[in-house]
């Protein structure tokens, strides 16, 4: 494999790696979304291969999906406190935080 190659199959593990985490799934939980084998995954992330485009594609779309679901779920919990005392369901301004995310999966 050549340097070039090498380098971005590193950085493609490492995206890989940091997008699962943002959201908090386990390998398994990922490649289960995207249809995808554990294994392979788990090899891509490590940079013993690269995935092909239409995968990482997968990666992204799920990763953003969840993103989506959560940040719903988040607005509808916002707003039931608020509901329940008589007031307007408001949602409240909500900061981006792109890198933001704890790893609990590892």
């Not at 199959?9 to 943002?22: E, F, H, P, S, V």
Request: aromatic residues 2%; contains cysteine; proline residues 4%.
């Amino acid at each position: 494999m050549a340097a070039c190659d090498s380098a971005t199959t590193d950085a493609q593990g490492g995206y890989i790696r940091r997008l699962r985490r943002l959201v908090g799934w386990r390998q398994l939980d990922l490649a289960r979304e995207i249809g995808l084998d554990q294994v392979r995954l788990s090899l891509a992330e490590n940079s013993h291969i690269r995935l092909r485009e239409d995968a990482l594609l997968r990666v992204e779309g799920a990763v953003r999906l969840a993103i989506k679901q959560r940040a719903a779920d988040f607005e509808r919990v916002l707003a039931a406190p608020a509901a329940a005392a008589g007031a307007p369901a408001e949602p409240a301004a909500a900061e981006h935080h792109p890198h933001g995310g704890a790893d609990h999966h590892g």
